[in-house]
């Protein structure tokens, strides 16, 4: 992952953290609904999301190799109960992988593929009228499933993607003046090619913001393209039935409840906040992140420092899981933009500028 972290000492906060947190420094009535990080009934969360992250990760590397940054922020995502979208040239185990995380859930799974005709009610479903029971009668669409694939997202006119505000966000769809509430565990992942623009309608803001990750993918590595070849060069198709399903829909939800159980010190919380500020007073920058991000951040923090084995966050959570947050949130101006700066070389540049809590 990109390391954010060149202005901190050798002497890590996480340390600093730990060692807090065992003297008792840390207040444990800051928050009276939380518990101390080191009860056995913690240690026994932390053994639970240990080993379903394991479990996962195992099954999803019998065809995956590396990529190991984005399978963190899907699980990271998907505990945090947010959206991804996947960014990527073809060819980069976008689509793959999230088929297998779906595979290692035990829960239901539909695929999208987005084209230009699409309409909203392709997605959503529409009522029909049944000449039998002489009534109205709502038909599901594809979207009501609990771990949805939206395939190249950016291919669907505006009015079809706007169809997802409403889903993404409450989990709920209205037709004809009705509320269907989705099923949970609900889950979107989105991909789409950065590259190629014929044909495709590019993502309004609005539709971004509902995102908690974008997650840009890069080639694999040289050694990592050999083992590509080497584990496949005796077939010729993913054979994806050798991934077991290792989760439960209950299993996702509990580790949801393990995420908002972890403590954040109060100091952490200014630091998201200053982080997310410096987006809207940037010359470099024409929009800035909203309190929703602010709120992402803190979200994908916390599920961050449970995979990482620990019941509070460090500035370091905070660091990782920042440009995966804000970089679809922030707009450069086109002068500085055209110059080839980017968004990872603001959010680094304005995280190094702070101070770092301790």
């Known amino acids: 992952m990109q390391d954010y972290s060149d202005n901190m000492s050798d002497n890590s906060s996480e340390n600093q953290y730990q060692n807090d947190f065992q003297s008792g420094e840390i207040n444990q009535n800051e928050n009276s609904h939380q518990e101390s990080t080191f009860t056995s009934s913690s240690n026994a969360q932390l053994d639970f999301i240990y080993q379903s992250v394991s479990r996962v990760k195992s099954e999803i590397h019998k065809i995956i190799i590396g990529q190991d940054e984005m399978i963190d922020l899907l699980l990271v995502s998907l505990f ?22 779906a595979r290692t859930l035990s829960i239901d799974f539909s695929r999208i593929q987005f084209t230009p005709d699409m309409m909203p009610t392709d997605i959503l ?31 669907a006119p505006a009015k079809t993607q706007a169809a997802l505000f409403e889903v993404m966000e409450e989990r709920q769809v209205t037709i004809d003046g009705t509320t269907h509430k989705m099923k949970l565990p609900f889950f979107v992942i989105a991909t789409q090619n950065p590259i190629e623009q014929e044909g495709t309608y590019r993502l309004p803001e609005a539709q971004l913001d ?3 990750f974008r997650i840009s993918l ?22 994806i039935s050798i991934v077991n399903p290792v989760l439960k829909g209950e299993d996702i939800l509990a580790c ?42 803190m979200r994908a923090s916390k599920a961050m420092a449970v995979l990482r084995g620990r019941m509070f966050v460090t500035p370091e959570d905070i660091q990782e899981v920042s440009y995966p947050v804000l970089g679809h949130r922030i707009m450069i101006t086109p002068e500085r933009e055209m110059e080839g700066l980017t968004g990872e070389d603001l959010v680094k540049e304005m995280i190094q500028k702070l101070d770092v809590p301790r």
């Open 80 to 101: 945090a109960d947010g959206h991804v979208l996947l960014e990527g040239v073809p060819g980069v185990a976008k689509t793959i992988t999230a088929k297998l995380l």
């Open 125 to 155: 479903g529409t009522t029909i009228y049944s000449l039998q029971e002489a009534e109205f009668n709502f038909t599901p669409g594809p979207i009501f499933s609990q771990i949805v694939l939206i395939d190249e997202i950016n291919r």
């Open 210 to 212: 509902r995102f908690l």
């Open 218 to 239: 890069d080639y694999p590595t040289l050694s990592e393209e050999k083992q590509i070849l080497y584990r496949f060069k005796n077939q010729l198709q993913n054979d």
């Open 256 to 297: 949801r409840k393990i995420v908002e159980e972890v403590h954040i010190k109060d100091e952490l919380l200014d630091y998201i906040a200053e982080i997310t500020y410096q987006t809207r007073n940037h010359g470099s920058l024409y929009l800035g992140a909203s309190p929703r991000a602010s709120l992402a951040i």
